[in-house]
């Protein structure tokens, strides 16, 4: 049974800093891994979608890394800021589902 | 596009009450996933339609629970009678396909009194 991991569970940074963000999985057999963030109150927002055959995905500020063989990815989050203070969930489907499990989150929060 | 749009955001309602979510996915998508959150379980998955079919319900807690997508643009979700477990927020996602990015609405919170 895929069981999903994110280590912490809550994180607070000054802003500027540089954060890590670590997500593991028990099972190496995915088909992709996303990270999604959540404000309070709303709903999910796709950040990094990583397809199993890639090792990192970037979008602005963010880099996301995937090591299948080890079970984990991680979030990078450079500079930060305060609007990046949110939750960060990890979420990982198995090779041919569609099913998406996924981390209790991080819970960031960036000081202005 | 205006995104997954759920209504009601917010339900209130007593025990042995129904309870009907609503679901819009967004237009064009053809996976629509219904999923619970709640503090002590995280996010789980409650079902799954591909083409306005249910391909899987083995998230669904019981049979108190059920759901239909009558058509590609409305989906709903059914607690009768509810209970005050089932408080939690329940999101509505789509999707292109089952293995792209899944797009959420904002949610609807659910409390049973």
């Known amino acids: 049974k895929q069981e999903v991991t994110q280590i912490p569970a809550a994180l607070s940074v000054p802003e500027g800093e540089n954060l890590v963000l670590n997500c593991s999985f028990t099972?190496?057999?995915?088909?992709?891994l996303q990270w999604f963030r959540q404000d309070p109150g709303k709903g999910l927002t796709s950040l990094l979608l990583?397809?199993?055959?890639?090792r990192e995905q970037t979008s602005g500020r963010l880099n996301a890394s995937l090591d299948k063989s080890s079970g984990r990815s991680t979030l990078y989050i450079a500079a930060s800021q305060p609007g990046d203070s949110a939750t960060y969930l990890c979420?990982?489907?198995?090779?041919?589902?569609?099913?998406?499990?996924f981390g209790t989150g991080t819970r960031l929060k960036v000081l202005a | 596009d205006a995104g997954v749009i759920q209504s009601p955001r917010h339900e209130v309602t007593e025990m042995g009450q129904e309870v009907t979510l609503r679901c819009k996915p967004i237009?064009?998508?053809?996976?629509l996933f219904w999923y619970r959150q709640t503090m002590m379980r995280g996010l789980e998955l409650l079902i799954y339609?591909?083409?306005?079919?249910?391909?899987?319900d083995s998230g669904m807690p019981e049979d108190r629970f059920s759901a239909k997508m009558p058509n590609a643009s409305f989906s709903t979700l059914k607690i009768q009678p509810s209970e005050p477990r089932d408080s939690a927020v329940y999101f509505c996602?789509?999707?292109?396909?089952?293995?792209?990015?899944?797009?959420f609405g904002p949610g609807t919170r659910l409390l049973v009194l």
């Open positions: 996602a789509s999707s292109w396909t089952d293995q792209e990015t899944q797009y």
């Open positions: 099972d190496s057999a995915i088909y992709n």
């Open positions: 990583i397809q199993s055959s890639q």
């Open positions: 979420a990982v489907s198995l090779s041919g589902t569609y099913k998406y499990i």
């Open positions: 237009s064009g998508h053809n996976s």
């Open positions: 339609f591909n083409n306005n079919v249910p391909i899987d």
